[in-house]
Structure formats: C-alpha cells, structure tokens
C-alpha cells in the first residue's frame, strides 16, 4: 500500500511538473516571471557578484545605503522599476507586482568611476580600447560602442580616443 501512494506522488509530481513546462511554453506564464540561475557577464561589489535578471537583495545589502534613490510605474512589468545611485555606479532594478516587500531583480548597472571594474576581464573607465578589444573579442563599434552578449547580459563598452568612457550592463 505505501509502495502505491509513493508510486502515485512520484507520478502527480511529474505531471505536475510537465504541465508547468507546457503553460510556460504556451506563454500563459510569462518567462520572465521565472527566475532561475541566470548566467551572463557579472558585476562584483562588496564580495556580492550578480548577473542581469537575478535577485538584488542581497547586493542591494552589501552595496549599502544609495545617494539617491527613484521608484516608478514599470511600463514593462506590472511592478516598479527603481533607481539606486551610489558612488561609483547605478543599479536598475525591477519587480514583477506592486505589492509591498516584492522581489527585485536586476535589469542594469551603469559605472560612474573607475573603482569598479567588469568582473573576471578587469575593464573599468579609462582602460585602453585595445584591452577590450582582446579581453572580449574584437567588433566593430557601432557610433564609438562595443556591445558584447552573454546569457541575459548585454555589456556596452564606449569608447572615445582609444580610452573606455562609459560601461552598461542590460538586461536581455
């Protein structure tokens, strides 16, 4: 009788999980909604690492209290889509409802100095094109920007006289 009721829960868990991919597929759950590992270029601060599209709390944590921060209406998602600006960069974050204490996730970074650097290639304002251009592949830049994708991330490089000006991490 045991060996039964375990036969049918192994079974009710399978077509559970079956119809979950099937609604995902079908877009009745919108993918964005699901949040698994997410892998693309990272961003290191405070010894907290996070890639576009993942959960921003605990870097949100670990980068401490921001400069500034904004909050608005998402015309993207049906939550908030907030703006923290701390010293060195911005962080672009999201959420999926408007309820109180919903889960953030990170939709960009922006770098403002050269303290902060593309984690695991060591690209910061002011490093030489040359660089980025065998650190991350050589492209041709499109009006002075190298833009380079990896899983969910879109990482922009600008370049101007052969020095890096500006570096933006985005969500796909």
């Given at each position: 009788?045991?060996?039964?009721?375990?036969k049918k829960?192994?079974?009710?868990?399978?077509?559970?999980?079956?119809v979950l991919v099937l609604v995902m597929t079908m877009g009745i759950i919108p993918a964005s909604t699901v949040h698994a590992k997410i892998d693309g270029y990272r961003f290191k601060y405070n010894g907290v690492t996070i890639t576009m599209?993942?959960?921003?709390?605990k870097f949100i944590n670990a980068a401490g209290t921001p400069k500034s921060t904004s909050k608005s209406s998402s015309c993207s998602y049906d939550g908030y889509d907030i703006t923290r600006k701390y010293s060195d960069f911005i962080l672009y974050t999201y959420t999926n409802s408007k309820s109180s204490g919903a889960a953030e996730y990170v939709s960009g970074i922006t770098f403002l100095t050269k303290n902060v650097t593309v984690k695991g290639y060591g690209i910061k304002i002011g490093s030489k094109?040359?660089?980025?251009?065998?650190?991350?592949?050589?492209?041709?830049?499109?009006?002075?920007?190298?833009?380079?994708t990896k899983g969910q991330t879109k990482l922009q490089i600008e370049v101007k006289n052969k020095k890096v000006k500006n570096i933006r991490y985005l969500k796909i």
């Open positions: 009788m045991e060996n039964t009721m375990k829960e192994m079974l009710m868990k399978k077509v559970l999980a079956f599209g993942s959960k921003a709390k094109e040359k660089k980025v251009k065998k650190k991350l592949g050589n492209q041709t830049p499109v009006y002075g920007i190298y833009t380079y």
